[in-house]
Each structure stands twice: as structure tokens, then as C-alpha cells.
């Protein structure tokens, strides 16, 4: 079954950037496109449900290329960049990689992106959307630090899928294998550079390759790529949208700022990422410290939903319902083959947090009972992706 787009088509010109695997990637078929960091991303080539069984049963490989770096560099570049998370990376060794949050002076989230640390002094922030260099830079000018920030000509490509291991070590060898979970390591394939991190958007095994020199060598890399995963029944496809939802994975775009509204850690149930006791400061720590004490009036949970399967992208925010009260909205919403259930995000008063907690959500056939449930709805400690 392919999925019925009926809203008018994007554009292509220049205005909108092309990934450095544009080209490369339209040639299996692109069935929608969408646009994160002015970019054209492909979201689908086949069905969604079909895609997400390519995901957990064999490998894919994503064109991911709107995941633009913003590096910091310079002799001040690791104190600068600890200053934009409430993440400790005094903790973070070089070659490990920290999932990270950026606030603001409210303690507000302004993106969420993987940092990787290739050196002392050398980071990347690898953004799916969101303006981080203008921030970045903007921070720099007032901070009397000594750091350079830029964009480098280094696109990524993710490779995902319980199938990903063979994959990569048939490019790279079998001591590819040693990296752990969240860590990374630097190669040349081919002759072309490329910093490979055991990282990725799904839950499941995956790797990111990042290649460095992109515009000049990204089909190159891609079309190495799909001959090493012939024998392993390798697919592209778009970012899993089913898959990260059952992996409790938040998006930017549709999870953390709702109308304009950004949410703070502790609504997202992302505290964990929070150091408040840390010997270094960073932007958002005196009101994290108080949003922290207070509490929060609201929070996203997890919820299982009743209806029928929710097969593609809620267009709008759903709205959840107290009887004939409006109380907060779904952000994310799939039905998932696997629990043979529809699931989502909801962000609701504190007191509608608890596990157990039901409510309605609208739509547009009418109203459909909901609960809140634990999250990540599978594998919650991750054994999948570490093993």
C-alpha cells in the first residue's frame, strides 16, 4: 500500500538546499520529501509500514544529510561548548558521543542534538533541525571565549537495522565492532574520510557515517554502501517515524516546542540530562535549579490509544480531552505493528501524569479512548541498539 499524499507538492530551487545525497537517494523512487535546516529530506520511498518491517527485520540506509554539524573549535571550544548544555562533559572523553539537550536563560529547550567530541578542544553538534549555528555564534560574540564556529562540508548518512553490524564491518573491517554504544571512531573507505559512530534514530543497531569533503563524495559513499548491503538485503529508506516512537525517542519539531512553546527537561522527562551540581555553569542552570524545586504544571507521557491504526502523519496536533474540557494535545501518534497498537506523546497537566491516567483525544472520526502508559513502549533499556 502506498501512502496518499493530497497536499500540494514542494517546490525544488535553490532557496531550499539539497543534501549532498540528494541525488543519489532520489534514484530508489522518493515518495515525499519534507524540509528540516533548509534542507530537502526524503521521508518515504515505500509504504511506512512496510519500511519500518525493512528497519527490524533487515538493515536500511537513511540520507540524513539535513543533520548539519555546527564544530566548535579553538583553544576555549570545550568550556564554551559545556556552557550550552546542562550536560557535564567533563564527563565526555574524547571519541564518545552524549545525546545532549541546549537551553536557554529560561531553561527552555532550543534543540537537542548528538555531540561528538573528535578532540580536546573539537566538537561537532549534529543538529536535524533548528538554527544552533546562529545561536552558537551569537553566544561566541558575548562570551569572551577563543573559539571558531562553523558549518564544515561533512554530511551523514545512518545505517540501521539488526543487519547494520555486518554491513559496516564488511566496509571496515571486523574491529569496526569494538566501538561501543555512543562512541565513534575516524577511518578512510575508499579514499574518502569519514568519522563512524555508533549512533542512530531507531532503537535498533545502527551506525551514522559521516563523511567528511560531502558535496564532492557523498554518491560515491552512498553507492559504496549499497553494494556492501546487497547480501543483507539492505533498503533506503526515510527516518522510521514508528520506530523512534516505540523507542521513546522525542522529536524536535513535534515534541519539544508545541505552537512556539518550548518545553523545559523536566516537562520532556529528560532531568536525567540535567547536572545541576556540576562545577561549571551553563546557560538555563538558576532557572533549571528553580524549575527543578517548584515542579512542573504539565508533562509529555506516553499514551496507547484506541481507534483505528493511525498509518501515517497526524497533520495537526490532536486534542486531548477531559469530557467537554480541552486539556493538552497528542505531539506524535503511529500505530505500531509490532504492539499491534496506536501510540504516542501527549502533553498534559501534571495531574493527568500518572500511569493509568485516561482521557479522550479528538479526532477527525470522532473521539477515541487513551492511556498513559511507560515509555519507551519497547526495549526500554536499550539492549537492542547497545547489543
Not at 537517494?25 to 522518493?30: D, E, L
Request: proline letters at 5%; glycine letters at 8%.
Amino acid at each position: 500500500m502506498r501512502i496518499p499524499y493530497d497536499n500540494p507538492r514542494i517546490h525544488l530551487y535553490t532557496r531550499i538546499q539539497k543534501s549532498p545525497y540528494f541525488y543519489a537517494s532520489r534514484q530508489h523512487g522518493v515518495q515525499s520529501y519534507t524540509v528540516c535546516n533548509r534542507m530537502y529530506h526524503p521521508r518515504h520511498y515505500d509504504d511506512m509500514i512496510a519500511e519500518y518491517w525493512k528497519l527490524v527485520n533487515d538493515v536500511t540506509l537513511w540520507d540524513v544529510g539535513v543533520e548539519r554539524q555546527v564544530e566548535i573549535t579553538g583553544p576555549d571550544a570545550f568550556e564554551f561548548t559545556n556552557m550550552l548544555t546542562p550536560r557535564d562533559l567533563s564527563k565526555c572523553q574524547v571519541q564518545q558521543c552524549k545525546y545532549t539537550l541546549l537551553t536557554d536563560q529560561q531553561g527552555r529547550i532550543l534543540n537537542n542534538p548528538v555531540l561528538l567530541r573528535l578532540d580536546e578542544n573539537h566538537f561537532w553538534l549534529s543538529v536535524a533541525d533548528g538554527d544552533v549555528l546562529y545561536w552558537a555564534k551569537g553566544v561566541a560574540v558575548h562570551s569572551g571565549m577563543d573559539v571558531q564556529i562553523g558549518e564544515p562540508d561533512v554530511a551523514p548518512i545512518q545505517i540501521q537495522g539488526p543487519k547494520a553490524k555486518d554491513v559496516v564491518r564488511d566496509l571496515f573491517g571486523q574491529e569496526i565492532l569494538d566501538i561501543k554504544y555512543y562512541y565513534m571512531t575516524e577511518a578512510s573507505l575508499d579514499g574518502m574520510d569519514v568519522v563512524i559512530s555508533r549512533t542512530g534514530y531507531t532503537g535498533e543497531v545502527g551506525y551514522e557515517i559521516y563523511l567528511r569533503n560531502a558535496r564532492q563524495d557523498a554518491t560515491k559513499l552512498w553507492n559504496t554502501v549499497l553494494e556492501a548491503g546487497k547480501p543483507y538485503n539492505l533498503s533506503p529508506i526515510g527516518p522510521c517515524q514508528i520506530r523512534r516512537v516505540e523507542a521513546g525517542i522525542h522529536s524536535y519539531g513535534s515534541d519539544m516546542v508545541i505552537f512556539n512553546d518550548m518545553l523545559n527537561p523536566y516537562e520532556l522527562g529528560l532531568d536525567k540530562l540535567v547536572k545541576l551540581d556540576q562545577e561549571a555553569d551553563f546557560i538555563g542552570q538558576e532557572a533549571l535549579r528553580r524549575i527543578r524545586d517548584e515542579g512542573v504544571s504539565r508533562k509529555l507521557v506516553g499514551v496507547e490509544m484506541g481507534g483505528d491504526p493511525l498509518i501515517g502523519y497526524i497533520e495537526d496536533y490532536l486534542k486531548v480531552e477531559d469530557g467537554d474540557e480541552h486539556i493538552g494535545y497528542i505531539t506524535s501518534a503511529f500505530y505500531s505493528p509490532r504492539l499491534t497498537k496506536n501510540i504516542g506523546y501527549a502533553l498534559v497537566p501534571i495531574d493527568y501524569a500518572d500511569l493509568g491516567t485516561t482521557f479522550q483525544v479528538a479526532k477527525d472520526a470522532g473521539v477515541v479512548d487513551a492511556e498513559v502508559v511507560e515509555m519507551p513502549f519497547i526495549d526500554p533499556k536499550k539492549e537492542i541498539p547497545k547489543g
